[in-house]
């Protein structure tokens, strides 16, 4: 796991041209097309038929180079689906609810998000249970229950966010989302397909390490369901 001051020098020394790739692909590249946006796609989840974006060209496999910290770059109304796992809390908490009205104003009317990552309800669950054995042992072996929890939340400082149903739930009502529905990995879905869902993982069925938030753009004139 690379050092997060390591990734600040990256991010400090980068920020400028990856500003400058995002404004390119929004003005030229995207060129009024209707898309499909997988963000931090990694290493290993490229997405074909979608836009896979990272803001590490180095060892990731991406379509577009972009600091999502600082909004998508994509324009208006142009984006059918918007697909995260495991990467929105990597961003500072303060960018969320930023990151939640990018995803609306990029969004067709009619578009959907589904976004998730490490589920704190459930571990708070298992932390009062005494239940070491829930937590893996990522990035850190660690003995005690309470080690683990701490482990699982902060993953040595990556994590600059907590997600909770309570809170993802606020952060996409007041982006303008409605009929917001909390789904199992791997397997629960309303608006996505089967090569999303591959690329998900979950042991745990009754108590998922991951939560999953699925919601929608209403059409003009349209009710929430």
């Known amino acids: ?37 997988h963000l931090g796609c990694g290493q290993k989840n490229y997405l074909p038929g979608w836009i896979n974006v990272d803001a590490n060209f180095l060892t990731a496999k991406i379509d577009l180079w972009a600091n999502i910290e600082h909004g998508l ?21 303060q960018a969320l609810a930023l ?7 990029a969004l067709v009317p009619g578009g959907v998000i589904r976004v998730g990552g490490p589920n704190i309800d459930n571990a708070c669950v298992k932390l009062l249970q005494d239940y070491a054995r829930w937590f893996p042992d990522f990035p850190d072996a660690r003995t005690s ?19 909770t149903k309570s809170y993802l739930q606020e952060l996409a009502s007041d982006a303008g989302f409605t009929d917001i529905h909390f789904c199992a990995p791997v397997r ?18 009754e108590y998922p390490h991951s939560i999953l938030i699925e919601a929608r753009k209403t059409e003009p004139g349209e009710t929430s369901q």
């Open 188 to 205: 629960e879905t309303l608006y996505f397909d089967e090569d999303v869902l591959r690329i998900e993982y979950e042991d745990d069925q």
């Open 99 to 105: 990151h939640f009205r990018e995803m609306f104003r």
């Open 1 to 37: 796991m690379i050092h997060r001051s390591t990734k600040a020098l990256y991010y400090a020394l980068l920020s400028a041209p990856m500003r400058i790739n995002s404004f390119l692909y929004r003005q030229i590249r995207q060129n009024g097309r209707r898309i499909k946006a």
């Open 145 to 163: 229950v309470g080690g683990k929890f701490a482990n699982f939340v902060f993953c040595r400082n990556e994590h600059l966010t907590a997600l």
């Open 73 to 93: 770059p994509f324009t208006d109304d142009s984006v059918e689906r918007i697909y995260s796992f495991h990467f929105i809390e990597h961003l500072p908490d």
